[in-house]
């Protein structure tokens, strides 16, 4: 299911639907980091009360970081408020979490009435209020360090949008789609003679491939090769001056999409889905020098097409085809992305500024998202609605391979490079510990131990006593397996002592739910570990102290919610 869910979040990252709804909750917030840090709190915590914790903090950590990463906050803030959120979410409904099933269960079995769906909304909604307030300050003292050393490093590499705003390569750039009754259609681009007749270039074909299913559609980009021959419906990247442009789309019977000018403008966007740029500094014991960009044979030897030229400050980007190359000059090179990185295995003759690879990686296959986002809320109600026949496992792993089928993913490789394994492994090794304590009777031990002693003290102090055990039992074991283990104990303690179960047996759900001062006590602690870079320590100076204050509060607030 972790591996399912690993898949299902690459995706909302991989298509764009993660920065989308980012920049949705960033309008929300506005530039208040408070209000960003309640809004992903809250949040959360509303999905935690319908979708396991760990499907929760699977589907919203892109979403969270690239949150972060667009407000230019370290991530580091957010990820571990987030799982304690979808952990205090989960208190809020029956199906939240599974100990809350669990003594659901035990009250049943042992003749008392059971919890609604809702009975446990008020100790939720306590839990998230005592989230919030321990949080912000301790998240704030512990959580705000930012790792400057890998950020400087990758900030030293230009991005896609600052090289084409740098060359101008979007400048007097027009779109054309080809409509099906146009004469141009079954033409190559030699054919049409472009920069002879009308002094334009054409910088890319984009194509949408045609399929039955509307959600298996992808788009191709193309490289402007002479032979290149023009289908109806492809969309022409022109570049030029925009009247040369206009004038082309109405012989030809053309749809213009838009213009843009200066780099400057509303729908053109160019995108770099298959095809990309790059830099490529021209080293002195290149074969190059002295030779024309016409005679480098960049489109025969690699399949790349020149740009332009950056010449110390200057740029050539027209008419540049006899321009001889200099040592030290950078040319601005379109290709795709294998190929601009196959370029870089010729380290005699020049440096590929970057990697390539992963500036592709970063590129987000925005006209997926609604197919990502369909999926995902696909995979939401199979696991929150009973009447639909579908364990949460099956629906995880339904999503995650029809997010690869659709194309919300490159290839196969893409999709399995989001899984991180080191979580699994982590969290798979925690199973069999578990496990051993349970059945070597360990557990039961510490715990009778632990709770026969308190009974003489009173109710509240034997509350206190069940809470806490379980609390302390979670940190080693699953919060399910303590809580299959402590139910029976608070029920039987409650009735030896004459009073109502319920807050005993809530007690063992929330000491259970309510751990977060190490990383391996529940799955969404450990899944947002190497995301936020955070040592066992961190979770010791922020996790500890909110497990003891949220102790405390519950045992004076759960005899009030549920009277002995």
Known sequence: MMVGL?????????TGLAKMISSKILKLAGKSEMRLFVLVML???AIGGFVSNTGTVALLLPIVVSVAMSADIPPGRFLMPLAFASSMGGMMTLIGTPPNLIIHDALVAAGYEGLSFFSFLPVGLVCVLVGLVVLIPLSKIFLSKSHDDGEQNNNSRKTLKELVKEYGVSNNLTLVRVGEK????GKTIAELDLRGRYGLNVFEVRRRETSSNRFLKTVTQQMTAPTTKIEAGDTIYLTGESEYALNFARLNSLEVLSKKSNGKGGTNVLDFYNIGIAEVVVMQSSNLINSTIRNSDFRAKFNLNVLGIRRRSEYMLK????????????????????????????????VVI??????????TLDYKAPVAAFIMALMIAMMVFD??????VTAVMIAGILMVLTG??????????????ESIVLIAAMMPMSLALEKTGASEFISNTLVSGLGDYGPHILLAGIYFTTSLMTMFISNTATAVLFAPIALHSAIQ???????????????????????????????????????????????????????IVMVLILPLLFPF
């Open 408 to 421: 919300c993913f490159r290839n196969v490789e893409a999709a399995y490079k989001t899984i991180n394994w």
């Open 6 to 14: 690993f898949v299902v979040g690459g995706a909302i990252f991989q």
């Open 497 to 551: 002592v004459g009073v109502d179960p319920t807050p005993f047996l809530f007690a063992v759900t929330v000491g259970a739910s309510m751990c977060f001062a190490s990383p391996f006590s529940t799955p969404p602690n450990a899944l947002v570990m190497p995301a936020g870079q955070y040592t066992f320590m961190d979770y010791v100076k922020v996790g500890l102290p909110l497990q003891i204050i949220m102790g």
């Open 387 to 392: 009447f639909i026949p579908v364990a949460p």
């Open 182 to 185: 146009s004469p141009i259609i």
């Open 354 to 363: 970057g990697r390539p690879l992963d500036e592709a990686a970063k590129v």
């Open 43 to 45: 949040v959360t915590s």
């Open 319 to 350: 008419d540049f085809a006899d321009e001889h190359i200099h040592t030290g000059d950078v040319l601005l090179v379109q290709g795709s992305w294998e190929n601009i990185a196959r370029l870089g295995s010729e380290d005699s003759e020049w």
